[in-house]
T-cell receptor, first 114, second 111 residues
């Protein structure tokens, strides 16, 4: 079975540019999570969706960040305008409803803002 | 702010020894506890999950949970150099599907 698929794997762009990260969750998973990982702060939850609806966006650092989930098989995380401090690895994860199911992570997008 | 605490390490153990990784959490409402392994430059990979007090064994791995002490641990028996990685403890925030991750413990298994 295909896992969580993220694109691009690497992104290098200049400060001020718009960045769009993409995620395809595992088929049948109805929860989707966006995380950011840095050496200083570890793995931080940014936002999560249930059935395409944002449930908790309290981890989104500021208005420059936005996330959407237009359908069950696709989500985007957008940064506009980007800043050097946004440089990090961004992970997408998904899980099913019910019980205490684990989250399954994609390979991540390594983002560098110059 | 709910917290999950781990010793950052590195924890160095000789090959064949038992590695013991520890995690404490602050949210008494937490019900689900997970251990993820993350190799450098890779994504977190689920190793174990535990929901009930006591021990849960899976091959060389044993997860231990003590809700009264708000403590969860991971034991790795017969440690191998390939076990060298960062181990992340994740705890659900009570009543939600959110995980709070610890900052991870770096394990080095010396050949």
């Amino acid at each position: 079975d295909a896992g969580v698929i993220q694109s691009p794997r690497h992104e290098v762009t200049e400060m001020g540019q718009e960045v769009t990260l993409r995620c395809k969750p595992i088929s049948g998973h109805d929860y989707l999570f966006w995380y950011r990982q840095t050496m200083m702060r570890g793995l931080e939850l940014l936002i999560y969706f249930n059935n395409n609806v944002p449930i908790d966006d309290s981890g989104m650092p500021e208005d420059r960040f936005s996330a959407k989930m237009p359908n069950a098989s696709f989500s985007t995380l957008k940064i506009q305008p980007s800043e050097p401090r946004d440089s990090a690895v961004y992970f997408c994860a998904s899980r099913t409803t019910g019980g205490n199911q684990p989250q399954h992570f994609g390979d991540g997008t390594r983002l560098s803002i110059l | 702010q709910k917290e999950v605490e781990q010793n950052s390490g590195p924890l160095s153990v000789p090959e064949g020894a038992i590695a013991s990784l520890n995690c404490t959490y602050s949210d008494r409402g937490s019900q689900s506890f997970f251990w993820y392994r993350q190799y450098s430059g890779k994504s977190p990979e689920l190793i174990m999950f535990i929901y009930s007090n006591g021990d849960k064994e899976d091959g060389r791995f044993t997860a231990q949970l003590n809700k009264a002490s708000q403590y969860v641990s991971l034991l790795i028996r017969d440690s191998q150099p390939s076990d060298s990685a960062t181990y992340l403890c994740a705890v659900n925030q009570g009543g939600t599907y959110k995980y709070i991750f610890g900052t991870g413990t770096r394990l080095k298994v010396l050949a």
